[in-house]
């Protein structure tokens, strides 16, 4: 797991997820498709045209239902990941109440859920390398302990 320079262009990134709390810190979480048991962040592959940004809205809307305001969202970390593909995170910086998301599995997409973050850093997590080195970010920007 690599933490690499913020500035790159847009189209050497692959991916995108977004960090979204709820009012209690919990963590908004869409599970594997094929396994409601591996839960990780609201994301995706970027299209092609798309910016970051649209790509983050677009997969947090298609994942969870939920509508992210573009003001609201803010680029915090790029790495690459284990297969060796750069990623961007975005922090949701808004108010949301945890009964604007509803928990269950929409048509196929993986299980939505609140969770602690600490599930995301699990053995059962595909992406706990990644989730764990997020994690460290967090707790340096003072959003979590």
């Known amino acids: 797991m690599k933490v690499v320079n913020m500035g790159l262009d847009a189209e050497e990134l692959f991916a995108v997820t977004i960090v979204i709390f709820d009012e209690s810190g919990r963590i908004l979480t869409v599970a594997r498709r094929h396994n409601d048991n591996d839960p990780g962040l609201p994301g995706g592959k970027i299209d092609p045209g ?62 939505v859920r609140w969770c602690e973050y600490d599930e995301l850093c699990t053995d059962k997590s595909t992406y706990k390398n990644y989730n764990s080195a997020l994690k460290l970010k967090l707790i340096e920007l003072g959003i979590i302990e």
């Open 50 to 111: 798309e910016t970051p940004r649209e790509a983050i809205t677009r997969e947090t809307f298609e994942e969870t239902g939920f509508k992210l305001g573009r003001r609201s969202i803010e680029e915090i970390l790029k790495m690459v990941d284990d297969d060796g593909n750069l990623i961007s995170t975005y922090l949701y910086r808004g108010n949301i109440d945890a009964g604007w998301v509803t928990e269950g599995k929409p048509e196929g997409e993986g299980y």
